[in-house]
């Protein structure tokens, strides 16, 4: 993925301009949405979601010496750290997500030296587009691009050849996935929230005009045409979600907890029946989040039917469904995501919405008839300044290509 045109343009002026050379290499990755399957995917469970028009593009080159040195336009301050004592540091917290690639890179037995990287990205933050996976996939790209490696299960073999014109072959779909790991090990073991693989994943594969239907059990990929007459309108709240605060790990640990009063491995293996009848052995907040996980599973497997369908007024009642279990059961939603829910819900050109990503805040996304797109901007706009006292700017977002 080349990234948006105003991302790689200005990563490169960024870089110009802090270290006062033209950069070396410039790579991109996407934000993502989610459709559907609301904290699945660290439940082996199935996920819709797809890459979107905003990416995250990363300017880097080459320095001697063995330091990193780093700068965002986002953030004022850069940050520079030895690649032989990558720390964690909270003051600089988008930092970590760029240390944690490489202090897994380390462990995998990938060479690499110091570098500069310039940061820019289109990706809102703390709107539920996963910003943070894509600056993952953007590092592990640009750290193949300055000293190719090829990962394998157990740690890395030998690296790709550039052709005669420079360019590195695309990673395969194995180290694909193997990235799309490493950057999952670093967010939970470096960053410390305990994500599944769902957004790098959809970082790396996702496809234009598509959805990517996965299933986080197998890892099987497959994509689910989503064309229509229709757009996919992102309604941020204003509200932002810090998923390293706790509320996502507390949720994965009632997961989890559900999973092992069932005896079970993960959430994965129960329907709805089997739960209910062994409602007994859990905790009230356990079947609430087993009941929802349950839930999602089904409503990803009958949206994906309807897609294939064409049935996208189908789809839509998923979408309402799938935010109201959010709401009731899963408790990651917040008065204003709800209320975004209910004004979308009222507009007749709406098809679906639910809240999209961790929860707890971020944004809401929503199927709505194309031609009716600016009407619908309108009402929420002014709905939710009436009804929450904040303001909401809608963002038109188009289905993209992965970065791999």
């Known amino acids: 993925m080349k990234g948006t045109p105003n991302s790689a343009r200005d990563a490169r002026e960024l870089f110009r301009r802090t270290f006062g050379t033209p950069p070396t290499r410039i790579v991109a990755a996407p934000g993502r949405l989610e459709l559907l399957g609301n904290h699945t995917d660290y439940n082996a469970g199935l996920v819709l979601a797809f890459a979107i028009d905003r990416a995250t593009s990363l300017a880097v080159g080459p320095r001697t010496g063995g330091h990193v040195r780093l700068v965002s336009s986002a953030f004022p301050d850069p940050v520079e750290f030895a690649i032989d004592a990558i720390n964690k540091d909270d003051a600089a917290p988008w930092a970590n997500y760029v240390k ?53 299960p157990t740690g890395c073999t030998v690296p790709p050849r550039r052709g005669s014109d420079g360019t590195l072959p695309r990673p395969t779909t194995t180290e694909k996935l193997e990235i799309a790991r490493l950057c999952q090990s670093a967010e939970n073991e470096f960053v410390g929230v305990h994500c599944g693989l769902l957004d790098p994943i959809t970082s790396l594969f996702g496809r234009a005009h598509h959805a990517i239907e996965l299933d986080c059990q197998s890892l099987a990929i497959e994509p689910v045409p989503l064309i229509g007459e229709i757009a996919i309108v992102v309604c941020p709240s204003g509200v932002k979600h810090e998923l390293a605060a706790g509320q996502y790990n507390e949720l994965r640990v009632h997961c989890e907890s559900a999973a092992r009063a069932l005896g079970l491995k993960t959430l994965r293996s129960v329907d709805l029946r089997t739960l209910a009848a062994n409602k007994g052995r859990l905790t009230a907040r356990e079947f609430d989040c087993a009941y929802h996980i349950v839930g999602e599973n089904q409503r990803v497997h009958f949206g994906t039917r309807a897609l294939r369908d064409g049935d996208l007024e189908q789809f839509g009642h998923y979408l309402f469904q799938s935010h109201e279990s959010s709401r009731d059961h899963f408790r990651n939603s917040c008065a204003e995501l709800d209320t975004l829910v209910e004004l979308a819900r009222a507009h007749p050109a709406c098809l679906g919405a639910r809240l999209t990503g961790g929860g707890f805040g971020g944004a809401t996304i929503n199927l709505v008839r194309r031609d009716a797109v600016a009407d619908f901007n309108r009402a929420l706009t002014a709905g939710y300044q009436e009804r929450a006292g904040r303001s909401t700017e809608p963002m038109l977002c188009q289905i993209a290509d992965g970065a791999g």
């Open 100 to 152: 944690g690639v490489l202090q897994k890179f380390r462990g995998r037995g990938v060479h690499f030296t110091g570098f500069d990287a310039a940061v820019h990205t289109t990706v809102p933050m703390g709107a539920g587009m996963s910003s943070s996976a894509a600056l993952q996939v953007a590092t592990a790209l640009a750290v193949r691009e300055l000293h190719p490696y090829t990962l394998t």
